[in-house]
């Protein structure tokens, strides 16, 4: 797992490409870096990159512009980027500067970010389709605005003003979300550092530790293995895993709890997200078990909708009906399975969906839905599997050996051609899995 990974720069030409084809001829596609956020005074959050603006360039830097002008002579593929400044990366390290731009990430063309003011009316002049993520930058719609009225007030003399502008998003999303295979090659990895990571705290975890405690060694592993967390890790122990963006991480692991680890890696800009629930003592009690086993039946069901053809939808369908009848059958809800499912009674303990598309975004871009219809999976999708069961603490409607029980268990999931593979597979799932790994971790 130590032999690092990139994204080849053909990779991105090849994006971009076929972003330029969808688009057309007479279109420019314009797409700007993300922003440096400040954290506190003059500190900064670590900068990290748009995940569009990634994906077709694997450009690292702030300050920067994409213009993609179809068919132009003179170079299709342009970059606005910082210049170098010896004074500036004394402080903040290196740039690549236009020259190392063009060189190593294979555009046509850079030039300086102070440049664009004079340049970009001269690319949207004679364009007539501009493609832009409207409404996410305000400050730099405003200067898109500008741009475009300079290009206006020369209509009289001969000018062409672009006449429509579309959301980059309806043309980038369904390229993301199909991966190919150098992606899958960078998913794979942030699950493999995922999975050591979620180990290593099953190994960890002991009788009054402290949740913290257990974030900072499944953190460890991902800085290890050159990756960082992908969103806020969740480790909720007792009752606390029964809030779902449970993020405090400050309540103690006590004898006779579970705790829900909910995290994953970043490597490379891809995402991992992988849940697992598990006994600080090693064992499960029977109540604990049960309600685990329930939430595995109902992974099983909704995977085995992970193939191609299949609504996406079926998968949660599936898991909601397997969650349902186990929860009568328990005597945890009441009536008819199919009357319960109809009015969403299980959602007083299944409140969320069972899985969301998963890429260079946590919750990556896609439709879940085309023209109104669950859309069909296709190979090259990939999504979590993440069904769960939650007790409060406070429910007095139900027995008091279910009370403050809260179970997830999540895997990140490959459409193939022939069916599906479980990118996060080799993480210890089942009951009897987890007590097995826990006891050879405590031998």
């Known amino acids: 797992m130590n032999k690092p990974l990139s994204m080849p720069s053909r990779a991105h030409a ?66 606005f980027c910082r210049e170098r400044d010896p004074e500036r990366e004394g ?30 009316p001269g690319l949207l002049e004679g364009r007539s389709r501009v493609y832009y993520h ?49 992606e899958i090659r960078l998913m794979q990895r942030a699950a493999d550092i995922s999975v050591a990571a979620h180990q290593a705290v099953m190994r960890a975890v002991r009788p009054g530790i402290a949740e913290y405690e257990l974030q900072a060694e499944l953190e460890r592993v991902f800085r290890m293995h050159d990756a960082q967390p992908a969103y806020s890790s969740i480790i909720g122990a007792g009752s606390n895993a029964c809030v779902l963006h449970y993020v405090a991480n400050n309540g103690t692991a006590r004898d006779g709890d579970l705790v829900l680890v909910d995290a994953g890696a970043e ?69 008819r399975l199919e009357k319960n499912i109809a009015e969403g009674s299980y959602k007083r303990f299944y409140r969320h ?19 109104g219809e669950s859309r069909l999976l296709e190979p090259g999708m990939v999504f979590t599997i993440e069904p769960g069961l939650y007790v409060s603490p406070d429910d007095t409607s139900v027995a008091a050996k279910w009370r403050g029980i809260g179970i997830r268990t999540e895997d990140d999931v490959l459409v193939t051609r022939d069916g599906h593979k479980v990118l996060t597979d080799k993480l210890a799932r089942s009951a009897d899995e987890i007590e097995a790994f826990m006891a050879q971790g405590q031998g």
């Not at 830097?61 to 170079?75: D, I």
């Not at 730099?140 to 579309?166: C, S, T, Y």
């Open 267 to 335: 490597y490379r800009g891809y995402a991992a997200d992988i849940t697992r629930t598990f006994p600080v003592s090693g064992r499960f009690s029977r109540e604990q078990r049960t309600l685990h086993d329930l939430v595995g039946r109902a992974q099983a069901a909704a995977l085995a909708q992970a193939q191609p053809g299949v609504a996406y939808e079926a998968g949660h369908d599936a898991a909601v009906a397997t969650l349902t009848e186990g929860l009568l059958q328990l005597g945890l809800l009441k009536g």
């Open 353 to 371: 969906k069972t899985g969301h598309w998963i890429g260079l975004d946590v919750h990556d871009v896609g439709e879940y839905r085309l023209d």
């Open 14 to 79: 090849r994006r971009r490409k076929q972003l330029m084809r969808m688009a057309g001829d007479d279109a420019i596609l314009v797409l700007p870096a993300a922003k440096e956020a400040v954290r506190s005074r003059d500190t900064h959050y670590p900068y990290r990159q748009d995940s569009d603006f990634w994906y077709l360039t694997g450009f690292p830097e702030a300050e920067a512009v994409l213009v993609l002008v179809p068919g132009r002579a003179h170079g299709e593929t342009l970059l």
């Open 91 to 120: 402080w903040d390290g290196p740039r690549a500067g236009p020259e190392g731009a063009v060189e190593a990430f294979g555009l046509d063309d850079a030039y300086p970010i102070t440049d664009l003011d004079d340049i970009l």
């Open 134 to 182: 409207f409404g996410r930058d305000a400050e730099f719609d405003l200067k898109l605005i500008g741009w475009l009225n300079r290009v206006r007030a020369m209509m009289r003399h001969g000018a062409q003003p672009p006449h429509e502008f579309l959301e980059l998003g309806h043309l980038l999303d369904e390229l993301r979300l199909f991966k190919d295979r150098d």
